[in-house]
């Protein structure tokens, strides 16, 4: 279907692509902006095939960074999975 409507239409369309879409926060990143950009990563439109999957944090604002974007998360009713680290967290 996706091949068909970018082959039949005169608008730029977004295609799948195979792999996962994966949202990283550096280091350097401000907390609640990126508290935002993920929210809005993941929920923005959750039946695109475009949507945040997977959520990569830099370790040095692990303990800064993740509780703000857990918070958001869980606010919008997102599940979270995560590693022994980040669970500590």
Not at 30 to 53: L, T
Not at 68 to 87: C, I, N, P, T
């Amino acid at each position: 279907l996706v091949r068909f409507i970018q082959d039949n239409t005169r608008i730029p369309v977004l295609g799948h692509a195979d792999g996962i879409c994966a949202v990283y926060v550096d280091k350097a990143a401000d907390g609640d902006m990126a508290a935002k950009v993920v929210r809005d990563s993941k929920i923005q439109y959750p039946a695109a095939c475009n949507a945040a999957e997977t959520l990569l944090i830099h370790r040095d604002v692990l303990h800064t960074v993740l509780p703000k974007v857990a918070e958001e998360l869980v606010k919008s009713r997102v599940s979270l999975k995560a590693d022994a680290e980040s669970l500590a967290v």
